[in-house]
């Protein structure tokens, strides 16, 4: 699925699902098998960006799994997305955070040991204070020695959107945006002007939009957040090999209606 140049978004697939309890309903976490499934059905529809984190319990690891299954020309055709800062406690089965220089690297290692080469690493939990610590700053320095190239933040609040935005280092910004969840919209306009990369995730809002409202379709959901023009991935969440398929090519059909639009607006000026 090649976006239009006027738009250059694609469908990326967002991996917490497959790694712990997520989503509004049907929470349960797929076993190996049906997470290897649902991977390889991503990659013969043409997903082609995959994104998960340590805190996603046992996402990054099954993805390794994934991975190591490919040529190395399949591999390279792929931009895997992690993120540092939050963590998992495998005893107590939930994330924590911890934004030391030691538990960063420590937590780099590990997603580098389960995943290979990482294309976009984000910092996870972000906060203003953590965005001008010095541990993040050394620990940018470590994942560069690493070979990853592409920094970005995953951030819930606009103060430190607004940061991120301003500091060049920041090639990607994620968050989520919806048309129930409006906080970013700004933020994804700042952003896109300063020629960043965007992550939009939560196009359904973990599902809730669709169960509370029967009648919206998921095109029209992926149509909403196209309206704004940016470069960048809009992040599905889902488990079901099935219902990626439909998100696909909503997608896709999204896409398609968009540029369409877009098109008429440049032929009527």
Do not use: C
């Amino acid at each position: 699925m090649t976006p239009p140049a006027a738009q250059r978004v694609e469908f990326g697939l967002g991996l917490i699902g497959i790694g712990k309890p997520w989503g509004f309903a049907h929470a349960e976490v797929p076993d190996e098998r049906q997470a290897l499934t649902l991977l390889e059905k991503a990659f013969a529809l043409g997903v082609r960006y995959f994104d998960t984190a340590p805190s996603y319990g046992v996402s990054e690891e099954r993805l390794g799994h994934f991975l190591a299954g490919l040529t190395a020309g399949e591999r390279s055709a792929l931009r895997i997305a992690s993120k540092f800062g939050e963590h998992w406690d495998t005893a107590k089965a939930e994330p924590f955070v911890d934004h030391s220089l030691d538990a960063l690297r420590r937590s780099l290692d590990g997603s580098v040991a389960r995943l290979g080469r990482i294309d976009i690493l984000q910092l996870h939990k972000t906060t203003p204070e953590v965005l001008a610590s010095g541990d993040l700053a050394r620990a940018w320095e470590y994942a560069a020695t690493l070979g990853i190239a592409g920094f970005g933040a995953s951030v819930s609040d606009l103060a430190s959107a607004g940061l991120a935005i301003d500091d060049p280092a920041y090639g990607t910004l994620q968050f989520p945006y919806n048309a129930a969840q409006q906080t970013f919209a700004g933020v994804l306009d700042r952003a896109s002007a300063r020629g960043m990369k965007i992550a939009v995730n939560r196009p359904f809002g973990m599902g809730r939009m669709l169960y509370e409202n029967r009648q919206l379709s998921k095109s029209d959901a992926f149509g909403f957040i196209l309206e704004k023009r940016f470069e960048g991935v809009v992040l599905s969440g889902t488990k079901s090999p099935e219902h990626l398929e439909e998100n696909w090519r909503a997608f896709g059909e999204a896409l398609a209606r968009r540029a369409r639009q877009i098109l008429a607006a440049d032929e009527r000026r």
